[in-house]
């Protein structure tokens, strides 16, 4: 483990390891965006509210 912590503090390891992650969290964030608007859309239509209103 402590290996692994040594090789990505490295900066040539880093300077990719950091937008990676930058974009992989960027896309888990818009993707539980749009299942949490989805499911407040399904309730509403569930409870007979018009969801475009």
Not at 13 to 32: D, E
Not at 35 to 52: L, S, V
Request: glycine share 6%; net charge negative; no cysteine.
């Amino acid at each position: 483990m402590e290996e692994i912590t040594k090789l990505l503090a490295q900066p040539q390891v880093a300077v990719f390891l950091i937008p990676i992650v930058a974009i992989v969290g960027y896309a888990i964030n818009k993707g539980l965006k749009a299942n949490y608007e989805h499911k407040e859309r399904m309730t509403k239509i569930e409870n007979g509210i018009d969801p475009d209103a």
